[in-house]
């Protein structure tokens, strides 16, 4: 870099500037005034971080920390190496101490998103420009600032969905570990060739003709609802899986009768899951939130031996169906019927449990009031020709974003992009017998009952390690229970034993406790109003636990 096109800091009137690239990045008269102005101005909601592109010479910094809310903080980046050097050279002491502010050279959103993450956790993100910097790279500070205001809107998603189906969810992952030697997970199958994802959405239909055309040389991983639409066709998936944690998705499995079907069934799904099909059982692990309890689970179930795949917390299960057969295929996967939206009239496609539902209650009088009902609620957006949700849109990024890189080829024909190349038929078609031509398709043949955990000695040895697991989530929840209560002697041996950190300790490692709690985060200060409402908490779990083990045995 020659002295001309360096960044050069000079005395203006009214203080210092910097020019850069033929321009000013402060005003050439009172270069502070604007920038204190723009801090003094910014939002004062709690919990909001503000993002600062290229702080340079950091003038308004001290008035945007005195003047946001409480739980904010401030994440100052910068993507030129030439004013990062400046920005650093010229931070103020009592900046770098301040723990609510962080400095970071990011080139790529991602690593903004990184940073953020170590500050903490915010409801919303805004930008506060205080300096001409932020002209320079634009658009990549635009993308930080929509990567991060995606972050904490996923983020809140999952705590929502945290709240109300967290009690659930830590219910059947016990029940699950329970019932370990009646489930006798197997190791996943290996998908030789091409695979085809398929979700329920009305697209499905269409797809039929070709899924029945190439079975021999394609692999059919399906979501459970769209079961009933293959199993009409004909079409027999080589694994069907299933996410829901409430037993509303049982009857998905009811087309089946008394045939056999490979399951592959999260942890945290509802016990019928594992228990409504025959067949083959797969063991998935969803790491719901970022939590000690499932790694510490996960760890156990490694120690046993038991197969499993350990998976990000995807949400939908077409998009976990996704990942899974991106995992165990070596060839192309095709995306059908995961539209994420859905006509007017018709939320899936025929012989799903929705329109089977429908049918059974129509009448002279009554039409598919449920399937109208659904296009026509408020919060319907329009998607091309087609309705869609916020909630829908959330999973077709998710989509989007856990799939990049994949090869994912969209055999959809509508519905919101998730991430892949949309392909015709034809263009399929020879996709799946190019690689078909190379390769022949390995399939668990269904009903094969080759599996180290199917004999006596499995079982008995599943058994054991489900008691352990059992046992030890029961002790740790004793011993918390002991020490928040307020007297006995039993109590006071338990709080000289343990210090408030440890009891800290304790309890944190224990987080589905307070997985529904709206303000889990606050289990860091111990506040006694929190430790109130944990209290019942502690004595459910007790009997629970306790219950499970004398089943046990």
């Known amino acids: 870099m020659t002295d001309e096109e360096a960044p050069r800091v000079f005395e203006a009137p009214g203080g210092l500037c910097v020019s850069y690239r033929g321009r000013l990045l402060y005003s050439g008269r009172e270069p502070a005034r604007l920038p204190r102005r723009v801090a003094s101005a910014c939002d004062p909601g709690p919990a909001r971080l503000h993002l600062v592109p290229s702080p340079l010479l950091w003038y308004g910094m001290s008035e945007l920390l005195t003047s946001m809310g409480p739980g904010s903080a401030v994440l100052c980046v910068e993507a030129d190496p030439a004013l990062e050097r400046i920005a650093r050279e010229r931070m103020p002491a009592e900046l770098a101490a301040d723990r609510r502010l962080s400095f970071v050279a990011a080139r790529t959103p991602g690593e903004a998103v990184a940073a953020a993450r170590v500050l903490g956790n915010f409801r919303s993100c805004s930008v506060a420009a205080l300096s001409g910097g932020e002209s320079l790279n634009a658009p990549l500070y635009r993308a930080m600032a929509a990567a991060l205001s995606a972050e904490f809107e996923a983020a809140w998603r999952n705590r929502a969905a945290l709240m ?16 370990l030697p009646e489930i006798a997970p197997r190791p996943f199958p290996r998908f030789a060739g091409a695979a085809a994802v398929c979700g329920a959405g009305p697209s ?17 991983v399906a979501c459970d609802t769209a079961l009933g639409t293959l199993l009409a066709a004909g079409i027999e998936p080589d694994l069907v899986v299933c996410l829901e944690a409430q037993a509303h998705n049982v009857s998905d499995f009811t087309p089946l009768g008394c045939r056999p079907a490979p399951i592959a069934a999260d942890l945290s799904s509802h016990p019928l899951s594992f228990r409504a099909p025959k ?5 998935t692990l969803s790491r719901i939130t970022e939590s000690p309890f499932l790694s510490r689970i996960a760890r156990r179930l490694e120690a046993a031996g038991l197969p499993f795949l350990d998976t990000p917390p995807l949400g939908s299960v077409g998009v976990h169906a996704a990942h899974l057969a991106s ?21 899936h496609a025929r012989g799903c449990p929705a329109l089977l539902a429908e049918e059974r209650r129509m009448g002279r009088l009554r039409r598919w009031q449920g399937q109208l009902e659904a296009s026509f609620r408020p919060r319907n957006l329009r998607v091309g020709g087609y309705l869609s949700d916020p909630v829908l849109l959330s999973y077709a990024g998710i989509l989007a974003s856990s799939c990049e890189g994949l090869g994912l080829l969209d055999l959809r024909g509508r519905g919101p992009s998730i991430g892949a190349r949309p392909v015709s038929f034809d263009d399929a078609r020879r996709a799946v017998r190019a690689v078909s031509a190379s390769v022949e398709a390995e399939r668990l043949p269904l009903g094969d009952a080759a599996s180290p955990q199917s004999d006596a000695t499995g079982r008995e040895r599943l058994a054991k390690a489900a008691a352990s697991i059992v046992e030890d989530e029961l002790s740790r929840i004793m011993r918390i229970r002991d020490m928040t209560r307020g007297e006995g002697s039993r109590a006071a041996s ?5 210090s408030r950190a440890e009891f800290s300790r304790l309890l944190g490692e224990s987080d589905y406790l307070f997985w529904s709690f709206p303000d889990a985060d606050r289990v860091v ?8 409402r944990l209290a019942p908490r ?8 306790d219950g499970l083990r004398e089943r046990l045995g």
Do not use: M
């Not at 995992?327 to 939320?347: H, M, Q, R």
């Not at 502690?538 to 636990?545: D, F, N, Q």
């Open 494 to 498: 338990a709080r000289a034993e343990f």
């Open 204 to 220: 499905l239909e269409a797809a039929l003709p070709f899924l029945a055309e190439e079975r021999a040389r394609l692999s059919v």
């Open 164 to 179: 109300l189906l967290g009690e659930r969810w830590a219910r059947n992952i016990f029940d699950n570990v329970a019932a």
């Open 327 to 347: 995992l165990l295929s070596t060839g192309p996967i095709l995306a059908v019927g995961l539209d994420f939206c859905f006509e007017a009239g018709k939320t």
């Open 279 to 283: 067949g083959p059982r797969h063991l």
């Open 538 to 545: 502690l004595e459910y779990w007790t009997w629970r636990l």
């Open 525 to 532: 200060s111990l506040p006694q109003d929190f430790l109130n």
